[in-house]
Nanobody, 121 residues
């Protein structure tokens, strides 16, 4: 099983980007998914989470601007980012708890490789 994060890029302040976290391989279910980010010189920060039944949580700094969602048919979780600010500049990572077809009773944790978001002022 692999997680592939994509969708990052360079955008002007006020713009939008949509990040994708796609899981591939022998997947049974995708449970809890988290988007993190790490800005240069700073610690990794939790941005948003989504449970397998769609409940979401956001860090205060992105509430009202970011939306996390999931498409289980595509094994993909999205992070829609609107009204971007320069302080949103960071490498964004996804992390997921996944049950595989070979081990359906175990929750295994996976990280995506990160995608860079740069917001210019």
């Amino acid at each position: 099983v692999q997680l592939q994060a994509s969708g990052g890029g360079l955008v002007q302040a006020g713009g939008s980007l949509r990040l994708s976290c796609a899981a591939s391989g022998s997947i049974f279910t995708i449970n809890f998914v988290v988007w993190y980010r790490q800005a240069p010189g700073k610690q990794r920060e939790l941005v948003a989470t989504i449970t397998d039944d769609g409940r979401t949580v956001y860090v205060d700094s992105v509430k009202g601007r970011f939306t996390i969602s999931r498409d289980d048919a595509k094994n993909t979780v999205y992070l829609q980012m609107n009204s971007l600010k320069p302080e949103d500049t960071a490498v964004y990572y996804c992390n997921a708890d996944i049950r595989t077809r070979s081990q359906p009773l175990r929750l295994l944790n996976f990280w995506g490789q990160g995608t860079l978001v740069t917001v210019s002022s």
